[in-house]
């Protein structure tokens, strides 16, 4: 009995580019990137990309007694309609945007950003577009784009599909720490938004899918775009207003305005036996929110939980001809929303009330 020899194992060199992570690639972003980041570095900031974690000098910039503030958010499900739309030029605005604009409302100036770029396979013109975004949004704040990742993994994403992350750093000292000294008869101002932010996507996308719209349909609520770009509209840098007032001293307090609105949170930064007055009626409802709210059927309670509705950040103030005065150059909305008022027990838990006039406009003012 005879048995036949397997033919020889022939053995091959395995890459790491037939894996599918081109690290060639990776080089050639970074390399495309650097001039543009490096209009983002300012005093404080040591070294360049590529080292294998970022330095900043606090001493370098003035800073006396500081603490450090930090934060970190993605985008969220408005990422697929970038992504979907093939329309990038914007996201990175958000992702900053989210993260920045947590770190002002404690007083804090934003010093330094760092991103994270996940994707199955890196397409650099893609990606350049994505950072380059960031990278604007961060001139923008006054903050540096001080590094980042990018990660190649294959078989994670779908072809054409990335996720981003942002991390950010501030300082803010000590003695100017938000919030500070909140009282009863305090006015709330709130700052307007530029549209949903980075809030709501998931049910923002459920409607537009249920109604059968695609995203380069015209925009019922914005004829002059698609519906694509209408809804990536990007999430307002509140950063150079926020912080011109808190230098001015004309702030007791700021909350941004997220997911879960203002009812979410602005006890967030009230302190215990306190309430927040609003009156819906004292800005006007963006035509954006009219439409979700009409074409989706959403009871006034569910659009005050979920978005923003038109103001993207409160102060608390008690000065507000001066907060219009030192805002008067700039190009912030700005509207007197409510009032701080005692609750009905000393330690109960802050909360937002609306006052005799409640019903907020969701009117069909889109046509």
């Known amino acids: 009995m005879t048995s036949e020899k397997p033919e020889p194992y022939e053995q091959t060199n395995a890459t790491y580019q037939q894996s599918g992570v081109d690290i060639a690639a990776g080089d050639a972003l970074i390399e495309t990137i650097k001039p543009e980041v490096s209009k983002t570095h300012h005093t404080g900031v040591i070294g360049n990309l590529g080292g294998f ?4 000098d606090l001493k370098a910039i003035g800073y006396k ?13 408005k990422l697929l309609v970038a992504i979907e739309s093939g329309f990038y030029d914007t996201i990175g605005y958000d992702l900053v945007g989210m993260c920045v604009n947590d770190l002002i409302v404690q007083g804090a ?33 006054g903050c540096a784009l001080i590094g980042g990742e990018t990660a190649e ?38 700052l307007a938004s530029s549209g949903a932010h980075s809030n709501g996507y998931s049910l923002i996308r459920s409607i537009v899918s249920s109604n059968n719209y695609v ?18 509209t990007p999430t307002t840098l509140y950063a150079e207003p926020v912080l011109k007032l808190h ?15 203002l009812v979410g949170n602005l006890p967030r930064i009230l302190p215990k036996g306190t309430q927040a ?10 035509s954006l929110f009219s439409w979700l709210a009409q074409i989706g059927n959403i009871h ?30 700039t190009d912030t909305q700005a509207y007197v929303i409510g009032h701080i008022a005692a609750n009905n027990h000393e330690n109960a838990e802050p909360k937002v009330i609306f006052s005799d006039n409640p019903e907020f406009n969701f009117s069909p003012n889109y046509d």
């Open 277 to 286: 007055i609003i009156d819906g009626q004292s800005w006007p409802m963006p």
């Open 153 to 190: 993994m294959p078989g994670m994403y779908a072809h054409g599909h990335f996720d981003l992350a942002g991390f950010s750093v501030g300082a803010v000292e000590r003695h100017m720490l938000l919030p500070n000294n909140i009282q009863t008869g305090q006015k709330i101002i709130g």
């Open 215 to 232: 995203w380069e349909d015209r925009a019922p609520f914005d004829p002059n775009q698609s519906l694509g770009k209408a809804l990536l």
């Open 53 to 56: 974690g970022a330095l900043f």
């Open 109 to 141: 100036k934003p010093l330094f950003f760092l991103d994270y770029f996940a994707t199955g396979k890196l397409e650099i013109e893609q990606a350049k577009r994505v950072i380059y975004s960031i990278n604007e949004a961060c001139n923008v704040c």
């Open 65 to 77: 007694d500081p603490l450090l503030v930090s934060g970190t958010d993605g985008v969220g499900t």
């Open 247 to 261: 230098e001015a001293g004309l702030l007791y307090g700021a909350a941004h305005i997220t997911g879960g609105g």
């Open 300 to 329: 006034t309670n569910e659009m005050l939980k979920v978005f923003n509705c038109g103001i993207g950040m409160v102060l608390i103030v008690s000065d507000v001809a001066s907060v219009y005065d030192t805002l008067k150059n």
